[in-house]
T-cell receptor, first 114, second 112 residues
Framework: DAKTTQPDSMESTEGETVHLPCSHATISGNEYIYWYRQVPLQGPEYVTHGLQQNTTNSMAFLAIASDRKSSTLILPHVSLRDAAVYHCILRVGLGTGGNNKLTFGQGTVLSVIP | EAAVTQSPRSKVAVTGGKVTLSCHQTNNHDYMYWYRQDTGHGLRLIHYSYVADSTEKGDIPDGYKASRPSQENFSLILELASLSQTAVYFC???????????FGPGTRLLVL
């Protein structure tokens, strides 16, 4: 899986919309962009993923650049519960070999101020 | 909703002792994984399985064994626990054809 680059930390205030950037300049055509988050003392939690098109679900909006070399996870109206480490990961889809493992880097520590 | 449970949630073990960590999933998923996470670091894959009665080595299998007696259960075994195996261990499951992994709450293992 290719490498991603994220800021070490970001800070936001409750109710704001947060934009978490991720750079993946060497992404391959068959690699999906996944986002997971992890709260201290808990297991990682899936947030969203996409390949080329922007995606949205109940947790977040994922904006993917047209050249796919970067993406942004957008969290609307953040609450204290959104404070976590957010990991941007590139994954080759199932059926293309490999063991389907997740490789987490340091991620972005999102702090939310009341 | 997906459910992965782990037991025990925490354990203190002695060096050289045997430790068994258990994972149970009710998602009817084919894939199960064991990761370890050290303080301030990301996840590292130890073992995984895509079918009952079969396990595969991950990136750091040395010192660990795995057992998948049924689709729902996946165990991680430390035959001779060592200080370096102090970590938080996470189990996860995923469905064939789906890349999303669902994680358990973790087991905090302290080897003294």
């Amino acid at each position: 899986d290719a490498k991603t680059t994220q800021p070490d930390s970001m800070e936001s205030t409750e109710g704001e919309t947060v934009h978490l950037p991720c750079s993946h300049a060497t992404i391959s055509g068959n690699e999906y962009i996944y986002w997971y988050r992890q709260v201290p003392l808990q297991g990682p939690e899936y947030v969203t993923h996409g390949l080329q098109q922007n995606t949205t679900n109940s947790m977040a909006f994922l904006a993917i650049a047209s050249d796919r070399k970067s993406s942004t996870l957008i969290l609307p109206h953040v609450s204290l519960r959104d404070a976590a480490v957010y990991h941007c990961i590139l994954r080759v889809g199932l059926g293309t070999g490999g063991n389907n493992k997740l490789t987490f880097g340091q991620g972005t520590v999102l702090s939310v101020i009341p | 909703e997906a459910a992965v449970t782990q037991s025990p949630r925490s354990k203190v073990a002695v060096t050289g002792g045997k430790v068994t960590l258990s994972c149970h999933q009710t998602n009817n998923h084919d894939y199960m994984y064991w990761y370890r996470q050290d303080t301030g670091h990301g996840l590292r894959l130890i073992h995984y399985s895509y079918v009952a009665d079969s396990t595969e080595k991950g990136d750091i299998p040395d010192g660990y064994k795995a057992s998948r007696p049924s689709q729902e259960n996946f165990s991680l075994i430390l035959e001779l626990a060592s200080l370096s195996q102090t970590a938080v261990y996470f189990c996860a499951s995923s469905d064939w054809g789906e890349d999303t992994q669902y994680f358990g709450p973790g087991t905090r293992l302290l080897v003294l």
